[in-house]
């Protein structure tokens, strides 16, 4: 009897509590965890952007297992949480059959398009920023070779690649871009130890300039770029900081701002597919007061020159997901 | 030598090493700012206060059914196989690769085919081992953990290179046909009018662990078979004297072992998910030695510390939801109670035994 008492006033407990939270917004953060330096810490920096601004709160959780990716996204929508973002491409799968069951939730999922009408797909147009710090590679390089690091061999990732060699071989037809992928498994996201394997030997082959799109990898790749006294350039998160005068720029990605404009929106959420890019200041080239010393002044204009011309669409930078196929290399 | 009665064992024994643990998980959750009692209230409550939540503990505690009794048969021949993660992962590849070669026009087709598909290839990882065992004297411990990273590259490179969907960026098989669809639990209840969470991942396979669980009891205790492998289990010379062959008790304990690891997809592969993805066992194989030796290799008891342990990764996951403990903190929790129960045992087991005989002894005064 007492023991069914406890249990009848904890789950009024726990209603209580799930209806005072009703319609803050919810964020997922995929396996990597939310403290990885990279994509899903970005996601986090923009909700606590939000948090600290709006002074609301909101709900996270970090998941342990994929068969939870349903089960987080049914919990939360079941308790009011609305909008629900999620981190990462993995959850596309899960929200096909969870968003069709709650038409009144919002949801929004970031590097996946998923058609569903009460969903917000953020993708990023990411090889419009690698093109950029391509051609910011081909001035730095005095030879005419550079080289990319990329984590797990996904098309994703090969979107990175053949935007940096275009951008590349805008400057320098006739150089060489090499690439390597760390993996074909989710390891290939962390595994530091082989990232500066490979870029050591992409040294040895006159790589003088090494763009990482690898996650917890390419901070390997940048350690022995300053080791190895090359030139790195970092990715999703500003990394310049971490090998100051390694680091030729990062090609960041601003996975905050899809957060934080998300959380912004709330419930009211516009839904659809969302491109960022260069335009929106989705993706870019950071400069800041760790690697200034690196850009030359005609690096600068080659890059803002490109910027201009490829929002205005005089410059298209071919996709490699459009039809897995690249033409720089 | 006076011993404890058999309850004490079988019962007071792991009831003693729970509670423990969960004393030390209030105190780790204390530790941290947080009400230990909310948080048992939220485990509890999550695991078992919905059907949803039940669904969840029983798909968990399938998982580690057939993992426990797997670990289970091989201990019962003395040998330690912790391999289960490689098999349950080659499982998951012989269930896909039934499920996706024909198109299912029903479940009640495609779930023994997918049953021997499993079973197949989880013996077949499993046989590798117990042959070097059994002709080569490698031993199994050393290469059934080896096995579990080949097992995980080979099932890497598959799903990139061969299962994966083109142009997709998951690596996952692609989905499995209609009618390889297992009944969850809401669907199997509904004629009988019961009313159950219709998403929740609890299916048909956990009716196929229970049944498994039944015909490991009869292996073992009421079979020719069984009798072998508990006798080269409890002395291999004994045994040779007797005329047993310890080579082939050796393979075939260990094939029935891999099998029932394999079995596994049903559940997690064909049941929840319904397409392969990388790292489907989750660990589950690795948890079915916490849960062979919490439940003593013997059925009943498999069965409720597999009920333990999905309790324990529902509840977990109600905790992070919910409670914003950290997903390492709940990990931390799992371990505890796996170290009380499985590690730990002479720890409660001896001050017991020396209270028993103690107890006896005054008895036998009194007489």
């Not at chain 1, 002074?55 to 629900?84: C, K, T």
């Not at chain 2, 070097?132 to 590259?153: C, D, E, P, W």
């Not at chain 2, 529902?314 to 950290?326: D, K, R, T």
Request: charged share 15%; proline share 4%; with cysteine.
């Amino acid at each position: 009897m007492t023991l069914k008492t406890t249990f009848l006033g904890a789950a009024a407990a726990l209603a209580l509590t799930s209806g005072a939270a009703l319609a803050d917004p919810a964020i997922i953060f995929d396996l990597g965890g939310k403290f990885d330096k990279s994509f899903n810490e970005s996601s986090y920096n923009g909700a606590e952007r939000w948090k600290a601004e709006t002074g609301g709160s909101y709900r996270d959780v970090e998941l342990q297992s994929d068969a939870q990716r349903e089960q987080a996204l049914r919990r939360f929508a079941e308790n009011g949480f609305n909008p629900i973002i999620m981190a990462g491409f993995s959850f596309a799968t899960a929200l096909e059959t969870v968003a069709a069951d709650f038409p009144d939730t919002k949801f929004a999922i970031i590097d996946m398009v998923v058609d569903a009408p009460n969903v917000r797909s953020v993708v990023f147009n990411e090889h419009e920023g690698s093109y950029l710090v391509g051609i910011a590679a081909a001035y730095a390089a005095e030879g005419d070779t550079v080289s990319f690091v990329g984590g797990m061999d996904i098309p994703l990732i090969s979107k990175f690649a053949c935007g940096y060699a275009q951008g590349f071989k805008s400057v320098k037809p006739e150089g060489e871009v090499i690439v390597n992928m760390t993996g074909t498994t989710p390891a290939a996201w962390n595994d530091p130890v082989k990232g500066g394997e490979l870029t050591r030997a992409q040294k040895a082959a006159g790589s003088e300039v090494v763009f990482a799109a690898a996650g917890g990898t390419g901070l390997g790749v940048l350690q022995t770029a300053a080791d190895e006294d090359m030139l790195a350039i970092g990715v999703d998160s500003n990394q310049n900081y971490l090998q100051p005068g390694h680091v030729l720029t990062s090609m960041v990605k601003r996975v905050d701002n899809a957060v934080y404009d998300a959380f912004m929106q709330g419930e009211d959420l516009e839904t659809g597919i969302f491109v960022m890019g260069l335009a929106n200041e989705g993706v870019g080239a950071a400069i800041d007061e760790y690697n200034e010393a690196l850009i030359t002044p005609e690096m600068k204009a080659a890059m803002d020159d490109a910027t201009a011309k490829i929002i205005s669409g005089e410059v298209v930078v071919h996709d490699y997901m459009s039809d897995e196929t690249c033409p720089a290399y | 030598m006076n011993k404890m009665p058999k309850w004490a064992d079988a019962v007071l024994i792991p009831l003693i090493s729970i509670l423990l643990a969960f004393f030390f998980s209030g105190l780790v959750i204390w530790a941290i700012g947080k009400d230990p009692v909310v948080a048992i209230k939220t485990m509890v409550q999550g695991a078992f206060g919905s059907t949803s939540g039940i669904s969840y503990t029983l798909y968990y505690a399938t998982n580690f059914i057939f993992t426990g009794l797997a670990v289970a048969v091989a201990y019962h021949a003395r040998l330690f196989n912790i391999g289960g993660e490689g098999q349950a992962m080659l499982g998951g590849l012989g269930v896909t690769l039934v499920c996706l070669a024909v198109p299912w026009p029903h479940w009640t087709l495609a779930l023994p085919a997918a049953m021997i598909g499993g079973a197949l290839f989880g013996a077949a990882w499993a046989f590798i081992p117990a042959w070097l065992q059994a002709k080569r004297g490698s031993h199994i411990v050393i290469t059934t953990i080896m096995f579990n990273y080949i097992g995980a590259a080979l099932l890497g490179y598959l799903l990139t290179k061969v299962l994966k969907v083109p142009g997709s960026m998951l690596t996952e098989s692609a989905r499995f046909p209609e009618g390889a669809h297992l009944p969850n639990f809401s669907e199997i209840l509904a004629p009988f009018g019961i009313n159950f969470s219709p998403n929740a991942p609890a299916n048909m396979a956990f009716f196929v662990a229970l049944l498994c669980t039944f015909l490991f009891w009869i292996l073992i205790w009421k079979t020719r078979l069984g009798y072998e492998i508990r006798a080269y289990g409890q002395s291999e010379t004994a045994a040779k004297y007797a005329g047993i062959n310890p080579s082939r008790i050796v393979i075939i304990a260990m094939l029935i072992s891999g099998g029932l690891a394999g079995l596994m997809a049903i559940n997690n592969v064909m049941g929840e998910a319904e397409r392969l993805i990388d790292n489907a066992v989750e660990g589950a194989g690795f948890i079915g030695i916490a849960v062979a030796l919490m439940g003593r290799n013997h059925p009943i008891g498999i069965l409720l510390a597999a009920l333990l342990f999905g309790f324990l990764y529902q509840g977990g996951a109600e905790l992070s939801f919910w409670e914003s403990i950290p997903r390492e903190l709940v990990v931390v929790i799992q371990a505890l109670v796996i170290m009380f129960t499985g590690a730990l045992d002479n720890m409660v087991r001896m001050p017991l035994e020396k209270l028993f005989v103690a107890l006896g002894k005054n008895k036998k005064k009194e007489a």
